[in-house]
């Protein structure tokens, strides 16, 4: 069977069907990579290589909304420590609870109620496509919030967050050897500490 162009040259439908067939497959096989990309640098790095810190860090304040709702002042999830303290109280699910707890005072065990509230926020930060270990954040009086400490959870890289203090000005001094400090944007900066 053959296609005829305006020119009257004969190409064969089964080519053109199999070159067509390869280059959906050859697209197909470039999106799968690019996913590997970014699942395997969020989990390396903490973050996409795909986006700027000064994208994620717009990214975290699309979690604003639901941190504010629910008025949480302390979040942890980790496979061994998860927390939460906020307007509901505050709860915990770990067997280290001197290391895991991010907060003063008791904290029993999560209700159903804290635990469906625990989810809502996990999946708001989750959206972000920052991997957040865990959090604190300060509110003003109209319940927004002042400040926030975004803790990455990631395998190849020291202790790094993402601090929002809107309007800083300048970012604090290095500490050499111990503390460094990288702006983002006005409201954002990047502290990297030595794990030693």
């Known amino acids: 069977m053959f296609l005829y ?17 390869r280059v959906v497959i050859l697209i197909i096989v470039t999106f799968i990579i690019i996913g590997i ?10 973050v996409s290589v795909f986006s700027s810190r000064s994208q994620q860090a717009q990214n975290l304040e699309t979690a604003f909304a639901m941190i504010e709702q629910y008025r949480v002042t302390d979040y942890r999830n980790q496979d061994w420590c998860q927390n939460i303290a906020y307007a509901g109280g505050q709860f ?5 609870p001197s290391t895991c707890n991010l907060f003063a005072g008791p904290a029993p065990s999560f209700t159903p109620s804290a635990t469906a509230d625990f989810r809502s926020i996990t999946q708001a930060l989750r959206r ?3 991997r957040v270990a865990f959090f604190d954040a300060d509110f003003n009086s109209a319940g927004r919030i002042r400040s926030a400490r975004f803790n990455i959870n990631c ?6 967050r993402y601090e929002y203090q809107p309007n800083y000005g300048i970012v604090p001094q ?14 954002w900066y990047k502290v990297e500490e030595d794990w030693n």
């Open 5 to 21: 162009c305006s020119n009257h040259v004969a190409i064969p439908i089964m080519d053109m069907t199999q070159r067509v067939r």
């Open 92 to 96: 915990s699910d770990t067997t280290h």
């Open 128 to 130: 972000s496509g920052v």
């Open 155 to 160: 395998l190849l890289c020291g202790r790094v």
């Open 174 to 187: 290095d500490i050499p050897n111990e503390m460094w400090f990288t702006p983002i944007n006005h409201n």
């Open 37 to 46: 990309i970014h699942i395997g640098t969020c989990w390396l790095f903490g």
